[in-house]
């Protein structure tokens, strides 16, 4: 089963307009150079406020797909009304974005989201036509006490009641352990590819065996020009979510171009 992989950068709450501008520039040109058949698919997922910085970038090789596609960090299920502060599937889709992150641990940390809000995000996504990316992981205490295994699968279950096989498909997943999240330290492949299996087993559990071959599931934490090959050697990390190193054309365009050479 050959699943095209991801690669994907979560700018977080970083970067000015002008920054974001800049950064655009840097990575489309890079991408440019390239067919989508060559490229692995290439995300991007500014601020709000830099969405308008940036945009999707259409394949002209007559092949129908994306050299860059744009995704919102973050959105709320709810298509319109009095939610002060946030934004629907209907805003981030007019405003260019064709994926929506959701789930990631620092908004279930520092803003509370729960497993069933995130799971109305994903329906909400899906039902708008858009990709979610949803995130799990475990802390260093979770993963001490040995708890990883079964708190993940919890958490996807959790993300994915409810939505049909054919929606789960499309989906992508990103393993991101916390404790490697802006460390420095990624967590070791071997053991990555160990639990994305994990996670695709429960994929296949309540969505079917097509579904879990079909679902990209990425690694993120820590992904950098250095550790990208050998995670996109193993057998089912099918790409990463990165942040800091998404911060600099330079590192963010070798990731693409080492996933290339390895994956594509
Ligand atoms: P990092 O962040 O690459 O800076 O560790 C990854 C993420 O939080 O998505």
């Not at 929506?100 to 039902?127: C, P, V, W």
């Not at 990883?148 to 990103?174: F, H, M, N, P, Y």
């Amino acid at each position: 089963m050959s699943r095209k992989p991801i690669i994907a950068g979560n700018w977080k709450m970083n970067l000015l307009q002008s920054d974001a501008k800049a950064l655009y520039e840097g990575i489309s040109s890079f991408v440019s150079n390239y067919s989508a058949v060559q490229l692995p698919s290439v995300v991007i997922a500014p601020v709000f406020t830099c969405l308008n910085q940036v945009k999707e970038i259409p394949c002209d090789c007559g092949c129908n797909g994306t050299k860059l596609a744009v995704a919102a960090q973050n959105c709320h299920w709810e298509s319109s009304g009095a939610y002060t502060g946030e934004i629907s599937v209907e805003m981030a889709k007019d405003a260019g974005c064709s994926y929506i992150i959701i789930g990631h641990s620092e908004r279930r940390q520092y803003f509370s989201e729960t497993d069933e809000m995130i799971n109305k995000k994903a329906k909400a996504i899906l039902a708008g036509g858009l990709i979610p990316i949803i995130c799990c992981g475990e802390s260093l205490e979770q993963r001490e006490s040995g708890i990883t295994d079964s708190w993940i699968a919890s958490q996807i279950r959790a993300a994915l009641d409810g939505i049909s096989s054919e929606d789960v498909a499309k989906s992508v997943i990103a393993y991101e352990p916390i404790w490697a999240i802006g460390t420095g330290k990624s967590c070791d492949a071997t053991e990555a590819n160990r639990v994305i299996k994990m996670i695709r087993g429960v994929v296949a559990d309540v969505a079917g065996q097509s579904a879990a071959d079909s679902i990209r599931i990425l690694y993120g934490g820590s992904v950098k020009p250095s550790t990208i090959e050998e995670q996109m050697a193993q057998s089912d990390i099918d790409g990463a979510l990165i942040g800091g190193a998404s911060l600099k054309a330079d590192s963010f365009n070798e990731i693409i171009e080492k996933t290339m050479k390895v994956a594509v």
